[in-house]
């Protein structure tokens, strides 16, 4: 898991086997999986295979639907 990160340098909470400090990696952007992350940060909304207009709170109880 990535901890913190500046500029080109990342910070991880433990070291992978294999991976050494200056080993060069590649890194993809996450997604937190919400339509509107889906649209402007990766344009790809047509592609989104959610449910984004599910109500997130239980209409009996209030409580949250995760």
């Known amino acids: 898991m990535i901890t913190g990160h500046n500029s080109d340098v990342i910070t991880l909470s433990a070291v992978p086997p294999g991976l ?4 060069a990696i590649t890194l993809y ?3 937190d999986r919400t339509l509107a992350t ?7 909304s047509e592609n989104f295979g959610g449910f984004p207009l599910i109500p997130t ?5 209030g409580s949250p639907i995760y």
């Open 38 to 44: 889906c649209h402007s940060k990766f344009g790809n």
């Open 20 to 23: 050494a400090v200056g080993n």
């Open 29 to 31: 952007s996450g997604c």
């Open 57 to 61: 709170k239980n209409p009996f109880g």
